[in-house]
């Protein structure tokens, strides 16, 4: 039969003092309070991944996060412990997703005229860039980086200028 422990309490996290080592105050269900010697304390818990390993994650640390909002995660990350998800790949993911799709057509492309434009005449960069605005921003710009192909970045040209889809046909 598994140990029962007593819940914490905030009086109890709040008045936890640092040692010369760390220590952790449990609070059940894998729930734990660690404070450092240094005066920080936070909030980890431990759980066994869908692949049977065993995972740790971090909610933040004490008082930023309190008790309440620690005990909500713990219930939130073992809701998707139940749904076969490892919290800490998840996370991971939404991350690299939330970089990724902020890499649009438009941030490269002002990044790249940046960079450009110190090698460029002043009047060309300005003219590189009116035709950026105008022509290509309004189709492609809010469009993730990642997820453009080359016919993609045809469809400025066909839009604005008709003829050159007949040029690259006829080619």
Same mark, same amino acid.
């Given at each position: 039969?598994?140990?029962?422990?007593?819940?914490?309490?905030?009086?109890?996290?709040?008045?936890?003092?640092?040692?010369?080592?760390?220590?952790?105050?449990?609070?059940?269900?894998?729930?734990?309070?660690?404070?450092?010697?240094?005066?920080?304390?936070?909030? /980890?818990?431990?759980?066994?991944?869908?692949?049977?390993?065993?995972?740790?994650?971090?909610?933040?640390?004490?008082?930023?996060?309190?008790?309440?909002?620690?005990?909500?995660?713990?219930?939130?990350?073992?809701?998707?412990?139940?749904?076969?998800?490892?919290?800490?790949?998840?996370?991971?993911?939404?991350?690299?997703?939330?970089?990724? /799709?902020?890499?649009?057509?438009?941030?490269?492309?002002?990044?790249?005229?940046?960079?450009?434009?110190?090698?460029?005449?002043?009047?060309?960069? /300005?003219?590189?860039?009116? /035709?950026?605005?105008?022509?290509?921003?309004?189709?492609?710009?809010?469009?993730?980086?990642?997820?453009?192909?080359?016919?993609?970045?045809?469809?400025?040209?066909?839009?604005?200028?008709?003829?050159?889809?007949?040029?690259?046909?006829?080619?």
């Amino acid at each position: 039969m598994a140990r029962t422990t007593a819940p914490l309490t905030d009086t109890a996290c709040r008045s936890a003092k640092p040692t010369d080592r760390p220590y952790k105050l449990f609070d059940g269900d894998g729930l734990y309070f660690l404070v450092y010697p240094n005066g920080r304390k936070g909030w /980890r818990f431990r759980y066994v991944k869908p692949d049977g390993r065993e995972g740790l994650t971090s909610f933040g640390n004490y008082p930023v996060i309190g008790l309440a909002d620690a005990r909500q995660k713990r219930l939130e990350t073992k809701r998707m412990l139940a749904e076969g998800i490892d919290p800490i790949a998840s996370k991971q993911q939404a991350k690299a997703e939330a970089v990724v /799709r902020g890499h649009t057509f438009e941030r490269v492309a002002l990044d790249w005229h940046k960079e450009m434009s110190v090698k460029w005449a002043p009047g060309h960069s /300005r003219t590189v860039l009116s /035709r950026l605005k105008p022509h290509v921003f309004p189709l492609l710009g809010a469009r993730a980086i990642v997820d453009l192909d080359t016919f993609d970045l045809m469809q400025p040209l066909e839009v604005n200028r008709p003829w050159f889809r007949r040029h690259l046909q006829a080619s």
